[in-house]
């Protein structure tokens, strides 16, 4: 059974999350409020008259839930972001993640560890490296979009006074696997096998969209699959 989705037809002009992502990537990167008043505009488009304040609703569900799935991920637009946070960031979220095979005592621990290298992700993402706040993050397409343009999405451009942006893949990557480090460890202490499932696909796609290398963490999520198995079979016994 396909599990539901935030994409509401009756009130977003887009279907899902791959045609959210190429209004997105019409542009490169757009704030959260610029994605809402696209979607705004693009309804009228569609159909003429909406109710702004619900396709706005819609459609912070609908990016909250790209997000977390990695269709659309945070870009900071500065080139002032202290490399060396985000290498400690990384080298953090290995030994969450690893802790994470540990016993359940341990396990606590790797959660707070896990959460403060997200925090630590994030303040990488938005300080420049004297700790000075930068910008705010922005959002771009993500390795598990295939984007695609909704009706009468091509003209947004020309309509929208948005600046368009150039992503830098390289800077992007990085914290796109720093946030899936941390991800991963979470998903494992949780024995979220759902999440764990997720996020093993997206290692993959994450590998094809850009050169890094999460080949260790895939294998930690495959051994908490594989457990999550062996522990299932042990629940039937050996009548059922």
Do not use: C, K
Not at 103 to 129: I, L, Q, W, Y
Not at 193 to 222: K, S
């Amino acid at each position: 059974m396909t599990a539901p989705t935030p994409f509401d037809a009756d009130v977003l002009p887009v279907d899902d999350a791959d045609e959210l992502a190429g209004v997105v990537d019409l542009f490169g990167a757009l704030s959260s409020e610029e994605i809402a008043a696209a979607l705004v505009e693009l309804a009228y488009r569609q159909r003429g008259d909406v109710r702004a304040d619900r396709v706005e609703e819609a459609t912070d569900r609908a990016v909250a839930w790209a997000v977390e799935r990695y269709y659309l991920v945070e870009y900071t637009p500065t080139d002032l972001v202290g490399a060396e946070d985000a290498d400690g960031d990384a080298e953090d979220a290995d030994g969450d993640a690893e802790d994470a095979d540990g016993d359940a005592e341990d396990a606590d621990g790797d959660a707070e560890d896990a959460d403060g290298d997200a925090e630590d992700a994030d303040r990488g993402d938005t300080e420049n490296v004297d700790g000075d706040a930068a910008y705010d993050p922005l959002l771009t397409v993500g390795p598990v979009a295939f984007p695609s343009l909704p009706e009468e999405a091509e003209d947004l451009p020309h309509i929208l006074d948005f600046e368009t942006r150039t992503v830098v893949r390289e800077s992007l990557a990085r914290a796109v696997e720093t946030r899936l480090r941390g991800d991963a460890a979470r998903a494992v202490v949780a024995e979220d096998e759902a999440r764990i499932q997720h996020l093993f696909d997206v290692t993959y796609d994450l590998e094809a969209w850009a050169p890094v290398d999460v080949g260790e963490v895939r294998e930690r999520l495959e051994d908490a699959l594989a457990a999550s198995d062996e522990d299932d079979d042990g629940d039937e016994g050996p009548n059922a």
